[in-house]
């Protein structure tokens, strides 16, 4: 039972920040930290609306139970590619903060998808 619990807080959490991030990135230019923050990693314009489409993808794959999986390998894929580009850049401090939300994936894949019937 708490082991549920703690899977669909994680799931809320995931889906709730992958929307979040794919809203952000969809209206970068308005916010100016996101701009530098693309700008400081290197990620060039055209690949924004690719970016939009990885975040809304990953967090419709983690509500459903079937691809739960799938979506979970791609969060952490998409997480380990940032760490990449910021230790590229030379921001350590940015790929220490991602760890965290690296382990938050493979976590979910332990626990399992927190709906699904027996």
């Known amino acids: 039972m708490l082991k549920n619990i703690i899977a ?7 889906v709730t ?6 809203w952000e990135t ?10 530098r923050m693309m700008a400081d990693l290197g990620i060039v314009q055209e690949l924004i609306p ?5 975040a809304i993808t990953i967090g ?6 079937n691809t739960f999986f799938l979506g979970n390998m791609l969060n952490a894929v998409t997480i380990v ?3 990449g580009f910021s230790l590229r850049a030379g921001n350590y401090r940015m790929a220490l ?3 965290p ?4 994936p493979l976590i979910m894949i332990w626990l399992k998808y927190p709906f699904k019937k027996n």
């Not at 969809?26 to 701009?35: D, E, G, I, K, V």
Request: glycine letters at 2%.
């Open 81 to 83: 590619v940032i760490i």
């Open 8 to 14: 669909a807080i994680l799931l809320i959490v995931s």
């Open 50 to 54: 690719f970016l939009v489409g990885i």
């Open 97 to 99: 903060i991602e760890i």
């Open 17 to 22: 920040l992958h929307f979040k991030h794919a």
């Open 26 to 35: 969809a209206h970068y230019q308005t916010n100016p930290a996101s701009l």
């Open 60 to 65: 419709v794959l983690l509500l459903i139970p």
């Open 101 to 104: 939300f690296l382990a938050m």
